[in-house]
C-alpha cells in the first residue's frame, strides 16, 4: 500500500493526514481563523513523530489546489 500524507490548506479547515492505503493513520486540523501557516508545519511533524514514520518512508505528498486561507495570508 502506499503510505501517503495528505495537507489541506485551501479551505478554513487546516488539515493533515496520514494514510496507507485505506487505513488512516493520523488525523490533525484546526478551523481557527488564518492559523495555517503557524500549524501546518507542526501538524505533520507530530502525526510523523507518533507514527514513528519517517518522511523519507512516505511514498507521496497529497496537497490541495488553492488558492485558499493558506496562499492568501501567509
Do not use: Q, W
Amino acid at each position: 500500500m502506499a503510505l501517503i500524507l495528505s495537507i489541506e490548506t485551501a479551505t478554513p479547515v487546516c488539515s493533515i493526514c496520514l494514510s496507507d492505503g485505506d487505513k488512516i493513520l493520523g488525523i490533525r486540523e484546526t478551523s481557527d481563523h488564518n492559523s495555517h501557516s503557524r500549524v501546518v508545519a507542526v501538524f505533520i511533524e507530530e502525526l510523523l513523530r507518533e507514527t514513528g514514520i519517517s518522511k523519507h518512508s512516505l511514498d507521496a505528498v497529497a496537497v490541495s489546489k488553492g488558492p485558499g486561507s493558506y496562499t492568501v495570508y501567509a
